[in-house]
């Protein structure tokens, strides 16, 4: 059975740092999505992740896939306000199964 | 556009009463899920249909049942509710052949079962 686990859980840094979020997953799979939820709000998609290397970039955020070490990282760079969410990582399992890994809850304080 | 739409909203339960939540999308996806949300569980699949006729269990599908009606529609219904039921249910619909393509959430129904 996939699992798909999420570190750190629970992150509090301070505006203009640097942070990496990490997600691993336990079986073989080369396709892995982000997606980002506010407080009492539905989850959107970030970024979709497809194959062995795969780098995506959107502002302060970029995330990489690495399908040999099975691992996932989205990075945040010069962190602002406005990114403090929680994020989600999730994995694709045949035949179309997608299972997400237990969220990163980030706030980003002054 | 409306996406995927849920209803209800909100819903209270007393325990061993039954309901269905309703779930369609006008995107003209093949896929559809319903996921589960509790603190500190993230998001677990609960049933999901890959295509129009065909449903499979997710993680947790004990207590529920699901119907895909047509390709826009997939409802899912609670028996017997339980205290342990209470949750903030999500469907999700996506489009493309074996995945590859991000999901598309609702916005939610918060149930809760008393």
């Known amino acids: 059975e996939l699992k798909v686990e999420q570190n750190p859980l629970f992150l509090s840094m301070q505006e203009g740092k640097n942070y990496t979020i990490y997600c691993n997953y336990s079986?073989?799979?080369?396709?892995l999505y982000w997606y980002r939820q506010d407080p009492g709000k539905s989850l959107e998609s970030l970024f979709v992740l497809l194959s062995n290397g795969a780098v995506k970039q959107e502002g302060r955020l970029m995330a990489s896939l690495d399908t040999k070490a099975r691992l996932s990282t989205l990075h945040i760079t010069a962190a602002v306000h406005d990114l403090s969410a929680t994020y989600f990582c999730?994995?694709?399992?045949?035949?179309?199964?997608?299972?997400f890994g237990t969220g990163t809850r980030l706030q980003v304080f002054p | 556009n409306a996406g995927v739409t849920q209803t209800p909203k909100f819903q209270v339960l007393k325990t061993g009463q039954s309901m269905t939540l309703q779930c369609a999308q006008d995107m003209n996806h093949n896929s559809m899920y319903w996921y589960r949300q509790d603190p500190g569980m993230g998001l677990r699949l609960i049933y999901y249909s890959a295509s129009e006729g065909t449903t499979d269990k997710g993680e947790v599908p004990n207590g529920y049942n699901v119907s895909r009606l047509n390709k826009r529609e997939f409802s899912l219904r609670l028996e017997s509710a339980a205290p342990s039921q209470t949750s903030v249910y999500f469907c999700?619909?996506?489009?493309?052949?074996?995945?590859?393509?991000?999901?598309?959430f609702g916005n939610g129904t918060r149930l809760t079962v008393t």
């Open positions: 999700a619909s996506r489009a493309g052949h074996l995945g590859q393509s991000p999901l598309h």
């Open positions: 999730a994995v694709d399992m045949l035949p179309d199964k997608l299972i």
């Open positions: 079986t073989t799979s080369d396709r």
